[in-house]
C-alpha cells in the first residue's frame, strides 16, 4: 500500500474553453495511467463531484512512493500538463499526502505532540 499521495483538485472549466479542457482532462488521464504501468505510481483515481456549492469540482487522487512522486513532479511533461490545465480550469491545486503507514505514523506523532502539550492526563479523558 503506498504511503504517500498527490491531491490534484481543480474549480469550474474556463467559460468558453469547455472542449479543450476536456481535452486537457484526457492527457491527463493518459500521462497517469502511462506512469502506472510503468511501474512509477501505484495507482489513480479521478473523481468527478456533483454540484455542492464550493469551488472544487474534481480531483485526482496519485497514490505512489513518495520519492517516485517527487520525480514525477520534477519532469518537464508534467510541469507542461499543469501549465494546460491551469488554463483551462479555475483554482488548480496540488498537495502532497500521507497515506497508509506515514499516516498513521503522523497521527501518532499529534497524539504524541498534543500530550506533551496538554500533559498526559488530558489524554486520558
Known amino acids: 500500500m503506498a504511503d504517500y499521495g498527490l491531491f490534484i483538485g481543480w474549480g469550474a472549466l474556463v467559460r468558453g474553453r469547455e472542449l479543450k479542457g476536456l481535452e486537457v482532462f484526457n492527457e491527463s488521464i493518459q500521462f ?16 468527478l463531484l456533483t454540484p455542492h456549492g464550493g469551488d472544487l469540482a474534481g480531483f485526482l487522487l496519485i497514490k505512489g512512493e513518495g520519492a517516485k512522486l517527487d ?8 510541469l507542461a ?3 494546460r490545465a491551469g488554463q483551462v ?4 491545486g496540488f498537495v502532497d499526502c500521507l497515506l497508509g503507514a506515514k499516516l498513521q505514523e503522523q497521527i501518532a506523532e499529534f497524539k504524541n505532540k498534543t500530550a506533551d502539550i496538554l500533559g498526559a492526563h488530558a489524554m486520558a479523558r
Open 71 to 78: 520525480q514525477i513532479k520534477r519532469s518537464d511533461e508534467y
Open 89 to 92: 480550469v479555475d483554482d488548480l
Open 32 to 47: 497517469w495511467a502511462d506512469h502506472q504501468k510503468k511501474g512509477n505510481i501505484e495507482s489513480f483515481e479521478p473523481v
Open 81 to 83: 500538463l499543469n501549465t
